[in-house]
């Protein structure tokens, strides 16, 4: 091949760019480096990961923030196999990632030959946590693997996609049609449902809307519908923002308290959009609604469990509200309205009053990065206790402002994925809520903030343990163990990476630590302690 003649590595980044690519997160490596010739000549940004694992997450927090695909290259073998975890977190969220990878060459592969990062199994192993994996033999079939992969993004149930392409192939001549191709729309819904559906939301004596993930670019319908019908609105917590949670008709995410799950049993009719209504979102896996669902979601399984719908729309939950709401009879519910606004505001304000002592000291923590934050900030956040309490109490305002591994439930995953909302928004604030043990699964990724100079505001609560699992062993009658660790000097750690660092004495000096970190010219890593509340 000569070098007028595009190879197909090369063809490929331009092919991205047509679709609209404009960042890909990546380590480039002896097998991947044909996919790295054209960057340089390319419009897209490409961020260079301290891990795959942190190019996943990073991809994921990309595509949560923006709504756009997140794009994400990594080698043959143990490039897979690190970011098979972050993979598997968008596979359950509902994430539009799109991971490619390089493989053994075609005559090479799976033969045993003891080959550099050589699998059994590659695609069989991406296979399991994506809703896409194509191994590409020729020019054409790259080509294609990347056109279905954004139209699945375009037209389906957003999950990842895996193109692998073999080391031969990503040097042969790409030849011609590397052009994207048009995606097809979001599927309309039934004009019947839609008819039966309003019907029976203008019959019902309480209605109660319940919105997921899947209805984030839904929300303002979504409340055109509750104020019409005087309908309380609960969300999943994916679905954090889809209405702004100072509404006086949003509950917020309740569905693991009582309070929740007491209004759905309550409720004679159930609109449920783009939610799996999972194990995940009531932490109760008996939980079941068997009477007056009405659901509309993009996957047609999910619409069939667990939770029985007398009305299953498969549709997009913006054109099916839309639907909805056009077909809503002018009625007045403005006495409902009051009613259930009644409730939900008590429902508020009655929930501290059994709060344990560990929800009452996060829940004075929580007040105060609210109100240091402002309000559109895009906040990612990790499994750890802060983040479990603020799923509930935190409220935010906007969609796509609040970023939790909810199904998956990986540790990690709020600072790669909040480095990555930045480079998909990087207009808005962005801050991560982690604590002090999941930060040192890709506290590596200090360093990418540093590089890029962006100012996230890293907000980590540190209490010298597992917490979450320390206290669920108490509860069980296990004596705690293997729950408390040395941790590294946490200030020291972040300077050595080139970022600002911050321990707060007292509630007032966090405030005041975040107010600086949303001006600083780079991350910012706030160490915060239960000795705060004591200053």
Known sequence: MSRAEHSTGEALVGLLESYGTDTIFGIPGVHNVEMYRALPRSKIKHVLVRHE??????ADGYARASGKPGVCFTITGPGLTNIMTPLGQAWSDSSPVLCISSALDIADSAQGRGRLHEMQNQLGAAATITSLAVRAYTPQDVRDGVSRAFTAFASMRPRPAYLEIPLDLLKVPAGDGWRAHRTPKLPPPDVGQIEEAAER???AKFPVILLGGGALN?????????????????TTTAGKGAVPENHPLCLGYRLARPSGQKMLRDADVVLCAGSEMAETDFWDSGFILDKGLIRIDLDAMTLARPHGADIAILADARQALEAIAASLPNDDHSARRKAAEKTVAATHASEGLGDDQLRKMLSRVLAVIRDALPPETVIASD????AYAANEIFPVFEP???????????????LPAGIGAKFGCPGKPVAVMIGDYGIQYTINELGTAAEHKLPLVILMWNNDALGQIRDDMVNKGIQPNAVTLINPDFQALAKAYRCHAEKPESLKDLAQAIDRALKAAGPTLI????RMLNG
């Open 53 to 58: 694992q942190g190019a996943g997450f990073m």
């Open 201 to 203: 939301l203008a019959k």
């Open 218 to 234: 839904a929300g303002n319908v979504a409340l055109a519908i509750a104020e019409k019908l005087g309908a309380p609105i609960i």
């Open 383 to 386: 499994m750890t206790q802060i």
């Open 400 to 414: 796509r402002s609040w970023l939790h591994p909810v199904g998956f439930g990986t540790l990690g995953f709020a």
């Open 527 to 530: 160490e915060m302690t239960p």
